[in-house]
């Protein structure tokens, strides 16, 4: 019968390792362009925020359009009472709902007259919504627009440095260790590595490749 390893907690000297810099000059370097990314993306995080509730509050209720008019039906359900659906004006919320509309209604009329009229009627709508949101804009913080591309500029980088550190592959025994040691760090603060579990098991077996490698090469 095989014995029970010993289990070991990581000792006070280990866990601050987590805290190092890479030697892997190219590791650090993906690090570093993560790093800035974050950074980046705390930056310009708070004031698209910020000036987004200011454009909230000036701009007043989002745009909609009046699609029509429903008339007041029932829901008759054996054994149930009836349900009342009270009538009313019903509308579009954004221009890709009338879009979307559009083709619907076309695909249930017959003559070119109806079509002709509901093209017309669809064009309608769109040039509604259209000035409903210029008018908008116009209430729109400067420097809002500019932050919210920043800030989409900034998560782009942020993913696409994530993704340069999932698809490292180590060359030495040191990147190894340094990858291992990297991809392991749990502490909250200052790590905003967060690859999901497929990626971590990608970056596993790249690890292990390069250790058989490494074994390999010293026989």
Do not use: C
Not at 57 to 69: I, Y
Not at 130 to 147: E, F, I, M, N, S
Not at 191 to 211: C, H, S, W, Y
């Amino acid at each position: 019968m095989m014995a029970t390893p010993n289990l070991v907690l990581p000792t006070g000297r280990l866990a601050s390792a987590a805290d190092r810099r890479p030697k892997s000059k190219s590791l650090a370097a993906l690090i570093d362009k993560l790093n800035a990314a974050v950074a980046d993306v705390e930056k310009w995080s708070p004031r698209e925020e910020r000036l987004g509730d200011e454009f909230r509050k000036a701009a007043g209720p989002a745009p909609k359009v009046k699609g029509g008019t429903r008339s007041p039906s029932r829901i008759v359900m054996d054994g149930k009472p009836d349900i009342e659906l009270e009538g009313g004006d019903w509308f579009y919320h954004s221009r890709e709902a009338i879009e979307d509309d559009r083709p619907k209604v076309l695909a249930s009329v017959d003559s070119d007259a109806e079509r002709k009229n509901i093209e017309a009627r669809f064009a309608a709508l769109l040039a509604d919504w259209d000035a409903q949101v210029a008018a908008r804009d116009q209430r729109k913080p400067r420097g809002l627009d500019h932050a919210k591309r920043m800030l989409s500029k900034a998560h782009s980088a942020w993913s696409a440095a994530e993704d340069e550190i999932v698809n490292f592959r180590p060359r030495t025994i040191e990147e190894v260790i340094d990858l291992m040691v990297y991809a392991g760090r749990d502490e909250m603060r200052g790590v905003f590595f967060t690859p999901e579990e497929g990626q971590l098991k990608f970056m596993m077996r790249n690890i292990g490749d390069a250790i058989a490698k490494f074994h390999a090469q010293a026989r």
